[in-house]
Each structure stands twice: as C-alpha cells, then as structure tokens.
C-alpha cells in the first residue's frame, strides 16, 4: 500500500512531459531557464524522501536541455554549500591564487522555482478493502513574478486489504 521507486518515477516521468508539453520551460528566444528547488512537502504517514521525487525531476529536466538547476539556492539553503564556502573561504587568503578563485558576481540567479506537496487519503472502499490515493502536486513558480507558470497533479493509488496499514 506504499509507494515505491516505480510510483515515483512514473509520476516525475509524467510530469516532465506536461512541463515540456505546456511550453512552460521553453524561453522565449531560446536558452535555458535556472531552475531552483524550493520546497516539497510530505503529507503523507510515511516517512518519504521528497528528494527522490524531485531528483527524478531535476535529471529529466536536465536531460530535456530546457533547463540547468542551480544547486547554490534553494529553500532550505544551498544544496551544494561548497559554491559559497570557497568563495568565503578563499578569498583574501595567500595560500590560494587569487586569479583561480571564483570572482564575486559570477553566480547565476534562478528564473524559476519548483516546489510541491505530496498528499495521502486513505478510503474504505468496504469491510474488507481499503484504497489509499497518493497526490503528487507540483508547481513552477516565474520568480520575477511569482506567477505560477504550471501547475500538475499526478494520483497513485493503491488498493489492498483493510488489515494492510498505509503508512
């Protein structure tokens, strides 16, 4: 009744395809939007990674050549902390050439934000079956704007026995 690494990749799978299909991550005069991660949030009795929905994501994403993702921003902080701490870290420092550190100003900001939310309901279809429905919601978010420029909703559901336990 849990999810699983197929529930997974099937709802990330289809929702890169509506991302590309919709137009959203296709800018306008060619190029590449910078992708952030913001936050995916776990409503669900389960204890799920949210990363591996959004990894799945990113390497598609990645992979479709519509987008690059900066690791030096996100929600809860870089994702890559090295990119600020050897800027902090370097700079000013007489053990390192200064010619080879990274030179302020030269980090991209995002054009866009990713974020969304998972979503457990559990029905009792009758006295001996059970339905649990998992809601994948995910939002790209025009950081210039704030505007949602899409918005999907992939459903798993699993259906089994009312003594199996759903979280």
């Known amino acids: 009744m849990g999810l ?7 709802a990330a799978q289809e929702m890169i395809q509506s991302m590309i ?8 005069g060619g190029g ?3 992708l952030a991660v913001s936050s995916v949030v776990n409503d669900t009795m ?3 990674d949210t990363d591996q929905l959004v990894k799945k994501m990113r390497v598609g994403l990645l992979r479709s050549g519509k987008v690059v993702v900066t690791t030096a921003v996100s929600a809860n ?14 700079r ?7 010619s080879t550190v990274a030179k302020k100003g030269n980090m991209i900001a995002p054009d866009l934000s990713l974020s969304g939310k998972i979503i457990q309901r559990n029905i009792k279809i009758d006295r001996s ?11 790209l978010t025009d ?8 918005e999907d909703e992939q459903v798993i559901g699993k259906r089994g026995s009312n003594k199996s336990v759903a979280w």
């Not at 699983?4 to 099937?10: E, G, I, K, L, M």
């Not at 994702?79 to 701490?85: G, V």
């Not at 079956?129 to 809601?135: D, S």
Request: no cysteine; charged share 25%; aromatic share 14%.
């Open 21 to 28: 299909a919709s137009g959203a991550v296709s800018k306008p």
């Open 46 to 48: 389960q204890h799920i």
């Open 4 to 10: 699983d690494y197929r529930d997974f990749q099937a």
């Open 32 to 34: 590449k939007y910078v």
């Open 92 to 98: 000013g420092n007489e053990e390192f050439k200064q």
């Open 77 to 90: 902080g870089a994702e890559d902390k090295m990119a600020m701490q050897t800027r902090k870290e370097l």
């Open 129 to 139: 079956t059970q339905q649990v429905e998992y809601y994948f919601q995910m939002t």
């Open 143 to 150: 950081i210039n704007t704030g505007l949602a420029i899409w």
